[in-house]
Nanobody
């Protein structure tokens, strides 16, 4: 079992930056790829970004490409999501997720992530 805890959310203005963190109970580098998803009120949870177990491969949703950056520090058992140039449409609860995977495996499918954090709220005002 993997336990994930997100932090770093808050209220910011459009154009500001924010960095989210996700602390894992185990060393994810030993067998887990990580991802970030978000869910706005009344909408389905959607893919934001993912990073391979090794940290060598990353993917982003089209809506955040060029603005968000995912990274991980396996020594600290933590994955990050740096969010720049935030827009009001980025407002959502952001969830960290984990899945058992090989070193270079990635997935953007929500159903393939069995472990989830409780989420952290990000609100961007206009």
């Amino acid at each position: 079992q993997v336990q994930l805890v997100e932090s770093g959310g808050g209220l910011v203005q459009a154009g500001d930056s924010l960095r989210l963190s996700c602390a894992a109970s185990v060393r994810t580098s030993s067998g887990y790829a990580m991802g970030w998803f978000r869910q706005a009120p009344g909408k389905e949870r959607e893919f934001v970004s993912t990073i391979s177990r090794s940290g060598d491969i990353t993917r982003y949703a089209d809506s955040v490409k060029g603005r968000f950056t995912i990274s991980r520090d396996n020594a600290k058992n933590t994955v990050y999501l740096q969010m720049n140039s935030l827009k009001p449409e980025d407002t959502a609860v952001y969830y960290c997720a984990a899945r058992a995977a090989g070193s270079w495996s990635i997935s953007i499918r929500r159903s393939e992530y069995p472990y989830w954090g409780q989420g952290t709220q990000v609100t961007v005002s206009s």
